[in-house]
């Protein structure tokens, strides 16, 4: 089958494309690669891949791709959904014959529901749907397919058995070579990262038990399984010729340093092809393979701090000890190694007591930069079933985003109420950013170098853009 790709067009600055991490927009725009469609892409002969928001698009520029194909795959997610279930219709629309099939988190949840409230989508593929779609795209009849959820000739919801998850991990293809085809680097973009970057895994999973965490809990598995080290130091191989302008390279696999013994390998192989890297890590990775990653390239770590408050940690399951993390921090400063800190306000437990806490460890370790987010109880996280069984939902059936595409708070708690929540974000930046030595280290930063100058300048006007519309929100 002729089969297209499709992050459709949607919010302004909307970012769902880089296997979802981010779906909402955010403080300072930013784009991560479509990497979980880019995979199933890399499978089927003759596909086509489109990222409409980072390229701009509108949905009368992809209309004439979208007239000769038979199969079209989107991947949705749950504030997402009901823009793409209209997409789908508009699909429909303009190419009657065509199949359109969703993937992603939010069908893997709840494929019936998903079905049901999206009559133009012919089908769902659950879990991890790579060889699902190759199966659908070849041609092979549906009610044949593990994973698949679909709609008969007489408009019954059939589901079929799970399909086992992938356990070689080199059997996938490389997503580089889509890229290559399909999209244009210089769109993609994150304020922490060095600009053009690339981004892609090295595997899938996470072994730990965040309860509020979306993918090992929905489609990848607490089992971590990677790529042998070999493939992935291929595939950067061949970016690195392939991309000559591309300046990093993001291992966006949930958390990189989970094996010790084998990102210290993989270091060690990077560092001979002399590109610069960064990752995911849990803020607990001894200083010893810090060492040996910094010296092989390593420039950058995202870490999900989520909370200053070690009871909080303990209630959402993250296996972390705020001291873990402290001195994690420092050996990261000592080495030189700059951190991207994430932080998640309203998480069960959370005061204002707390709130404050978390603001001041964040300025007491001090990431280079930072990003607070709203806690978001998506289905099929142990999170959201807490929440729905503790009344905490603010509004029962949310998409968790305002009309233009910003994070809502989406939890209440008796003693404090999403408003406060909501609030604290802003509040949270200000007194993190706004400190005499945090922005004359970002004046610092800008005088060294034009470029860092013009970027932060823009960031800037997107920051200011971004707390007015919270005003708007609020």
């Known amino acids: 089958m002729r089969t297209l790709f499709l992050h459709p067009p949607s919010y302004d600055g909307y970012d769902g ?24 892409a890399a499978l089927i002969e003759g596909s086509k891949l489109i990222d409409a928001p980072p390229h701009r698009l509108k949905f009368e520029d992809i209309t004439p791709e979208l007239k000769s194909r038979d199969l079209v795959v989107m991947h949705t997610s749950t504030p997402s959904f009901r823009s793409d279930a209209k997409t789908a219709q508009r699909i429909k629309d303009v190419n009657p014959h065509v199949k359109i099939g969703l993937v992603g988190a939010q069908v893997a949840v709840e494929p019936e529901k998903c079905l049901t409230a999206a009559p133009a989508v012919d089908f769902v593929a659950r879990n991890e749907f790579d060889f699902a779609l190759k199966d659908v795209a070849d041609g092979r009849p549906w009610g044949d397919i593990k994973g698949l959820s679909w709609r008969n000739p007489n408009g019954i919801i059939v589901h079929n058995p799970e399909r086992e998850l992938l356990q070689n991990m080199d059997e996938l293809p490389w997503v580089t070579p889509v890229y290559k085809r399909d999209l244009q ?18 595997g899938r999973g996470c072994k730990s038990r965040c309860t509020f965490c979306l993918w090992p809990q929905t489609v ?14 291929a595939e950067t191989s061949w970016a690195q010729r392939a991309f000559p302008q591309v300046k990093e390279i993001f291992f966006d696999d949930d958390t990189l340093t989970d094996n010790v013994p084998r990102v210290e390998a993989l270091a060690v192989e990077l560092g001979k092809l002399g590109i610069t890297w ?14 040996i990653m910094r010296a092989n390239g390593l420039r950058l770590l ?22 873990f993390a402290r001195r994690f921090t420092r050996d990261c400063h000592e080495l030189g190694i700059r951190i991207h800190g994430t932080f998640i306000l309203g998480l069960p437990g959370e005061t204002k007591e707390t709130i404050q806490e978390t603001l001041d460890f964040a300025k007491e ?49 008796p003693h404090l109420s999403h408003t406060e929540i909501f609030a604290s974000v802003e509040d949270f930046y200000k007194k993190f950013y706004f400190r005499p030595s945090k922005l004359a280290a970002i004046i610092a930063e800008m005088i060294m170098s034009p470029e860092v100058m013009k970027r932060r300048l823009r960031e800037g006007v997107e920051f200011f853009h971004f707390l007015r519309s919270r005003h708007d929100t609020a």
């Open 17 to 40: 494309g880089a296997g979802a991490r981010y779906q909402m927009t955010r403080e300072v725009r930013s784009f991560w690669y479509p990497t979980w469609l880019a995979q199933p």
């Open 185 to 202: 680097v210089e769109n993609y973009f994150g304020g922490y990262l060095r600009h053009p970057y690339l981004s892609f895994y090295t």
């Open 220 to 233: 990848g598995g607490h089992r971590y399984r990677v790529r042998s080290i070999e493939d992935v130091v």
């Open 278 to 291: 960064s990752c995911n890590a849990k803020a607990n990775v001894p200083r010893k393979t810090l060492e």
């Open 302 to 323: 995202l870490v999900g701090y989520e909370s200053g408050n070690q009871q909080i940690l303990f209630n959402i399951k993250k296996g972390m000890r705020v001291e």
């Open 365 to 413: 370790i001090n990431p280079h930069t930072l990003q607070v987010s709203l806690a978001a109880p998506y289905p099929g996280t142990f999170l959201y079933r807490q929440a729905k069984e503790n009344g905490w939902l603010h509004e029962e059936g949310s998409d968790l985003l305002t009309d233009e595409g910003t994070q809502t708070a989406a939890l209440n708690y």
